[in-house]
């Protein structure tokens, strides 16, 4: 038993359900599409019991019956090559149920063919309830901030066309861009300093779909992940997304380390004035918390010579 209280009260329990079969025409081969085989799927719900055993209503519990029948549709249902989009399209149906905090699922593909001698293989993910929430489009366009950051090859060209990238986005509609600073390196192997930018949008894509479009951006201008906090060409972050809190797969909403980074509160403040940002539970005024960071002149300069599509030269 977990001690993380459920949006719907108590601690949160697990009820699981395995072994669910169904023969299945999920592979990338033919003759797994043409002929089929033997699936089987083991679902743990993390939800919330205590009012279910306490007032002993089906109502008041989740129906384990209806999410063998979800997840024995998926199994039995249109091919999908791989048994990771199995698992994960399981695992959206199940989580339509909004009192689930979590949930577990492990397809087994015992007939796979794999060309040696073996007993099984699974496939296991998660997903949480934050994960639906970043997966959720918005029912109306909603404001978001986009850190941009670049320190190799022609960075100030490099920033110019992202934000004219960022511009052309389906379901991206760029608001203002912030003035240009130049910054020192934070972390990492020794580099060369930064140019950094703060973007508004409004967008109707949903948080996750936002990050992978953004990254989309860095990758279309040569963005490697190699380095840790490495120099490179191009760095696009998800700061906001309205006023959502998440702590999803590979997104983390504010971002995390957005209140201690000056080369992300200077322009952000210089774009909105009156731009608020959560952290540890408490909203502050961004004005405010790059008040509390260490001023060093060296650190951020603001590039009063550098303008941005989309935004205002800094006042000099």
Known sequence: MSSYLGDYGGPVDQVAVRGIRGRGTHGVLAHEKRDGQEFSVDVVLHVPTLRAGSTDDLADAVDYS?????????????????????????????????????????????????GVPFDDVTVTVRRTRDDVR??????????????LGANLGDPYATLHEAVLDLSVLDGVSVVEASPVVDS????????????????LVDTTL???????????????HGRAREVRWG?????????????????????GLPHPMAAGRRFVLLPWSMVDASAVLSEHGFTRPVAELLEDLLDDEEDVVVRTDLTLPFGLPPAT
């Open 184 to 199: 020192a390196p934070v972390g990492g192997p020794e580099q060369g300093r930064y140019l950094n930018a703060v973007v």
């Open 134 to 147: 970043a997966d959720t489009p918005p029912e109306a366009p909603v404001r978001a901030v986009l850190a």
């Open 206 to 220: 949903s948080p996750r779909a936002l990050l992978h479009a953004c990254q989309d951006v860095e990758t279309a």
């Open 231 to 251: 120099p490179r060409t191009l760095d696009v972050d998800v700061v906001t997304y309205g006023d959502l809190r998440l702590d999803a797969h590979e997104l």
């Open 66 to 114: 209806v999410v063998a029948q979800k997840a024995h549709a998926v199994l039995v249902g249109p091919s999908l090559d791989l048994v990771e989009a199995v698992a994960g399209r399981i695992a959206a149906e199940v989580m339509a149920d909004p009192r689930l905090v979590a949930v577990d699922v492990t397809v087994h593909k015992p007939q796979a063919p794999v």
